[in-house]
């Protein structure tokens, strides 16, 4: 029977708040998964800018009783299972049950594992599940059925990605996401699944089931693949394996790779616990098929209130990869800092510059020009050739060009590094002189000396003139300043002149970084439960609003952005 409702809600992206970020090590399994309120967000496959699932939760409900959203409801605490290990156990606890999910893939298959364990409180509650199938913009929407087996399968179909969820249900359905989803059914069924719907489409399609156990553990398995018959295989395989064999191999696996430098695990106070899970993360990053391609983050801001293609962060910058490229290397992967080098010499424009941003087959997004983001390059090229890594000469096919676009496009900047606003900033300005020294070097050992003394020259130009350009009156830095013929007079606090003691172009304890600082301390720090923070600077809107963004709590606590907020507190970098 077809499912009413069609299309139902609009598409949408998931909570950027994801509290986990994990993926099986080596190039068989190519899904990436997210945990985001306690139960599965987003699953991208078969690459890390594509979302296919956009999540799985869980409901619990009985007779004569609204349904319990477990994300939206319950109190969750998420741990690493292992350290070092992006497996993850979720604990949710209610006053009517505890659920505690582990979220891990098959390094074999397409395939994300959750094994669950389920305590109601009541003797009347049951579980169920639904699982939807992320709507790509621009389309018509995904498609969903019932696999009439026993027990019953669930398919979902966005365009060539198919996707099958196998489990222990007793009863299941499709319909669409929030009209005729199994959340509605047991809302308007008074705690009872009544649906028999088995096929829906297109539209935000959603599948569920009933948990055919009244307690206890039970395993779900998700397949992901480009036909419907190998995604099934793909789940019952998994699912036949189990879950405890697969985290093992998941696990033994991840546990294969190279230590932490132990210089890093006694300075670190935990005993290295967090730089392992930060270097886990940073390997998740990077995409199985594009070899070196390190997105930003598995997310999009505010994703529900996103419903474009256009904001989101699962795309290849080349100011982050720089930074993920130079942890790995300091963490001792100078393979992965290698491959990220050779992506963004791939992706080198003739002109010698990068695109702010691309998709992770080299495709522009945004195309706008941050200066900072051609400079970092140059100094991953120097610091692997420091660290004796690079096995070619980049500096007349890379280093060059990129030199040559800083000193034809600088000294202003058309963005700096929070992408709003444009100018003459300290921030910036820190990484071109440096990379037009790092530069410098390079020609020098071409034979270019000319050249050399040329780069050094504009850098000294550009060092000399940065109070002028970036500071006020009283010598405090600001964000931006505007005119190179005119020092500022007014300007936006921020922290940003501290890429210049970063990049050792002034003492940390010059007069007016530590004037500076004081500015930063007034206008910027706010105080947080887990201790201080500053806000990127003084009128940044990037935050959200104060008032939630729908009364549907299966939106969970998302809030509105508009960029008309007050940005957050966090880490300036």
């Keep these: 029977m077809e499912a009413p409702g069609g299309p139902g809600a609009p598409p949408m992206w998931g909570p950027g708040r994801k509290m986990g970020f994990g993926a099986a090590l080596g190039s068989r399994s190519k899904g990436w998964y997210t945990v985001a309120d306690g139960n599965l967000s987003e699953v991208f496959f078969p690459f890390l800018d594509h979302v296919a699932l956009h999540e799985l939760r869980f409901f619990v409900s009985a007779a004569g009783a609204p349904p319990v959203d477990d994300s939206g409801d319950g109190q969750h605490s998420i741990s690493w299972i292992s350290p070092g290990v992006p497996a993850f156990r979720v604990e949710t606890t209610h006053h009517e049950y505890r659920l505690t999910k582990d979220f891990f893939s098959d390094p074999e298959e397409n395939a994300v594992l959750i094994a669950a364990t389920f305590t109601p409180e009541l003797p009347d509650l049951r579980l169920y599940m639904q699982a939807s199938a992320h709507w790509e913009p621009g389309t018509d929407g995904n498609f969903g059925s019932v696999i009439d087996t026993h027990p019953p399968a669930l398919l979902l179909q966005q365009q060539d990605i198919w996707i ?129 391609a390190f997105i930003a983050a598995p997310a999009a801001p505010w994703g529900e209130t996103n419903h474009d293609g256009n904001h989101v962060y699962h795309l290849v ?154 500071s006020l009156p009283s010598g405090q830095y600001i964000r931006l300043g505007s005119d190179p013929d005119r020092r500022p007079t007014e300007g936006s606090t921020a922290p940003e002149f501290l890429e210049l003691v970063r990049y050792g172009l002034r003492r940390p304890k010059d007069d007016r970084v530590l004037r500076s600082l004081q500015g930063v301390d007034t206008s910027l720090k706010v105080s947080l439960p887990a201790g201080p923070s500053w806000r990127r600077y003084a009128g940044d809107t990037y935050g959200e609003q104060s008032r939630l963004a729908g009364t549907d709590r299966r939106a969970g606590p998302a809030l509105l952005f508009d960029g008309t907020s007050c940005g957050r507190a966090g880490a300036n970098t």
Excluded at 413 to 428: C, M
Aim: one cysteine or more; hydrophobic letters at 45%.
């Design 317 to 470: 910058w080349p100011r982050d990869l720089c930074r993920i490229a130079t942890a790995l290397l300091d963490a001792g992967d100078s393979d992965a800092a290698l491959r990220a080098f050779r992506h963004l010499q791939s992706q080198q424009r003739t002109d010698g510059g990068w695109h702010q941003n691309w998709t992770l087959d080299g495709t522009p997004h945004w195309q706008s020009t941050e200066l900072d983001q051609i400079a970092l390059p140059i100094l991953l090229a120097w610091r692997l050739g420091v660290a004796g890594c690079l096995d070619h000469d980049p500096y007349p096919i890379m280093v060059r060009p990129a030199a040559q676009f800083i000193i034809r496009e600088g000294p202003l900047t058309t963005l700096d590094r929070w992408e709003d606003a444009g100018g003459l900033s300290p921030s910036t300005l820190a990484a071109c002189i440096a990379a037009l020294i790092v530069a410098a070097e390079f020609a020098h050992d071409a034979g270019e000396h000319v050249a050399a003394n040329h780069l050094r020259a504009v850098a000294d130009y550009w060092n000399d003139r940065v109070e002028a350009w970036c």
């Design 164 to 292: 099958c969820v196998v489990g222990p249900f007793s009863r299941a359905n499709v319909g669409y996401f929030r009209s005729s989803d199994v959340h509605i059914d047991l809302t308007d069924a008074d705690g009872h699944l009544t649906y028999t719907y088995d096929r829906a489409g297109p539209g935000n399609v959603s599948a569920g089931a009933e948990i055919g156990i009244r307690a206890g553990a039970f395993q779900l398995a998700i397949g992901f693949a480009h036909s419907r018959a190998d995604a099934e295989e793909v789940a019952r395989t998994a699912l036949q394996k189990g879950a405890g064999a697969v985290r093992q191999a998941f696990e033994r696996a991840w546990r294969a790779q190279p230590e932490i430098p132990p210089a890093l695990g006694k300075v670190s106070g935990d005993d290295g616990m967090l730089a392992r899970a930060s270097f886990a993360f940073l390997h998740c990053l990077e995409d199985k098929s594009h070899a070196g």
